[in-house]
């Protein structure tokens, strides 16, 4: 139930969790080029709260492994200005929610910086940043601002399910030119502490390889409904559409991989198919990236056998209890009980 | 400044209140967190921060406060919260997420809200400062002799919004007092490595402002420093800025497993509450039964508290919806 | 069968860990060396690696408790 396990002949599965196919990707593509370096808060000794940094500082040492003070608007400023002149940063935002300290240099400087110079000033810049909640740690550490994110023209976004998928895209994203915001869900990162969803923990090739942006995967072909997710919706998704077969109703879940670029083919291509859509995102539901799927399905004129759904954080901060925390998620048994009326209005 | 021999016998045993708290929150906490330690589980769940070894810092400085000056706190909050006066029931009944919480369960550990007493916190690094300058500020326009005080960590200091605010309060004359606890570490980052001076009261030169240090985690010298401060800026003489040294004797968060930290390191540091108790018994302040009595008495309290948190409901799931808005 | 064996030095005193995420299932071929599962005690976590290349048979599932010194599986 992988999203893209590739495995090749001859060599035997090898699994890993995200965080640490993070950081064979970034230590790769260190070896490989010089002018790749990593900053952040607790990223060098701590090996990054999410695991993702670890072991790079013993191989790289502190000039190429920074750790930061707790000075965002100045580390991210700073990484623009490295990118400028040469090198490609891979920087840590610990939590997504601790944009408001640093947007500007994010959407105003390294999202823009390319355009208004005319193409002469690129940023090949790299913002990982963990996002999602579920455990408990309430409104200013939960949140996935998926949409924040992708709204803002100029970043590529990117929002791995699952181990191999992270290697391929970090690997993309840092040899990108361009800012790209690396999304990881906390839920997936292989943090036992965290929990972890066994479904992220796949099979990653030793090879460096690249997954390109703007391709969604199929992880579960189907033909009565679509289920669009992306992170650790897909996960839900995924278990949803087991129930779903039991009783009969074949759903096919797309996995986004990459919200800018946006892979409307895909989505479109499998909404035709099918007929239905539901989309599935743990981001707040209002003005974003539910809306956006949902528009361009509409948009593109196929035809619908039933309107087509969301299921998406409601429009309040997270809080903290999970008595309110939990039932406001995203969970497979909504995505059911939702693709059953969906189904079932269609027919 | 010397506390008086009540100031000190409030003093120590809000201190051993705050750790008897704190205590019963770290076992509350590790419920269901076995064999597996997944913070999602358990009664409390989330990230937890204690603060034992930095109570005097708390005490100290809200020795000179009321229910209506004005406090901000970090992500590390409970010995601040207790020391100003939060509602202790309501505060351990939040960080419960139950219904009878500070918050109806909203907010938790890291939110810890009680306007009575003009108290609250939030999770990221220095948002405090501003609101606390413009309390003092809002305090100062109104002719009212409130102070604000905002709490945070020496981390904290390398954050946009500390030298934004500090040049605020400066150029307002704000009725604010700075309080850095400097417990040395910003989660796994030493000071010395993410600061470029040793001490940061030497920055408050730099906004015209007057800087102290006061070293050994010592409430009685924390005492008289912050007295100082929190009268000058209630006399409209404007703004100051106090370090602390300060210890963690804990991890980052429940679950940090330290390795980062020197040998030794923690060995170290001394608990400054058996210090107090001692000082306190050489002093004549304190004596045995005295102490017995009043630890006794904190306990109850805490456990009141906590065992009214276990016992109250949780909230609806259609509570999450309201108070999004006044 | 080559067991996998949990050092009785890897932690001190009586209290148990457990496998927090198996990264193979039971069945599958691993390579000696491969990072096979993610023990936690109390806060902390260790790798557990392949001891020789063979078949896993995992003989504690994850999140039950174990002692230290004990083995959690084999490779056959
Ligand atoms: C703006 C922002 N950046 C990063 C964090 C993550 N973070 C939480 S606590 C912490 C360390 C804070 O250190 P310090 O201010 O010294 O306080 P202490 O934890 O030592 O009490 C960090 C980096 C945050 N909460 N907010």
Known sequence: MTATATILPNRTRRNLTIAKAMAEAIAQEMRRDDSVLVLGEDIAALGGVFGNTRGLLDEFGPARVRDTPISETGFIGAA????????????????????????????????????????QSPVPLVLMTSVGGGYGDAGQHSQCLYGTFAHLPGMKVVVPSNAHDAKGLMIRAIRDDNPVIFMFHKALQGMGWLGTVQGSITDV???????????????????????????????????????????????????????????RATIIASTAKTGRLLVV????????????????????????????????????????????????????????ATARQIVRAGR | MRPSPKQWLWMYQTMVKSRIFEERIAAAYFEGKSPVFNMANGPIPGEMHLSNGQEPCAVGVCAHLDAGDFVTATHRPHHIAIAKGVDLDAMAAEIFGKATGLSGGRGGHMHIFDAAVNFCCSGIIAQGMGPAVGAATAFKLRNERRVAVSFIGEGAANQGAFHESLNLAAIWQAPVVIVIEDNAWGISVAKAQSTAVPQNDARAAAYGMPGHRVAGNDPEAIFAVAGAAIARARAGEGPSLIEIETHRLAGHFIGDAEGYRPKGEKEALTDPIPQLRAKLLGLGILDPTADRALTDEAEALVDRAISKARAAAYPVPEQAYEKVFA | MIPVVIPADLWEGEIEGAVSAWLFADGDAVRAGDLIAEVMVEKTSFDVTAPAAGILRIRVPAEQPFKRGSIIAAIA
């Open chain 1, 281 to 336: 995102d743990e981001d707040y539901q209002s003005f974003g990236v539910s809306g956006e799927i949902i528009a361009s399905v509409v948009e593109s004129g196929v035809a619908l056998k039933a309107p087509p759904r969301r299921i998406a954080f409601p429009d309040i901060p997270i809080p903290f209890s999970p008595a309110l925390e939990h039932p406001a998620l995203p969970s497979a048994a909504k995505i059911v």
């Open chain 1, 205 to 263: 090739p030793e090879d460096a390889y690249e997954i390109p942006f703007g391709q969604a995967a199929i992880c579960r072909a189907g033909n009565d409904i679509c289920i669009v997710s992306l992170g650790a919706g897909v996960h839900l998704a995924l278990d949803a559409a087991q129930s779903l077969g039991e009783e009969g109703i074949a759903a096919e879940v797309v996995d986004l991989r990459t919200l800018v670029p946006l892979d």
């Open chain 1, 80 to 119: 623009v200005g490295m990118a400028a002149v040469g090198l490609r940063p891979v920087v840590e935002l610990m939590f997504v929610d601790f944009f408001g300290v640093c947007m500007d240099a994010i959407y105003n400087l390294a999202a823009k910086n390319c355009y208004f110079s005319g193409g």
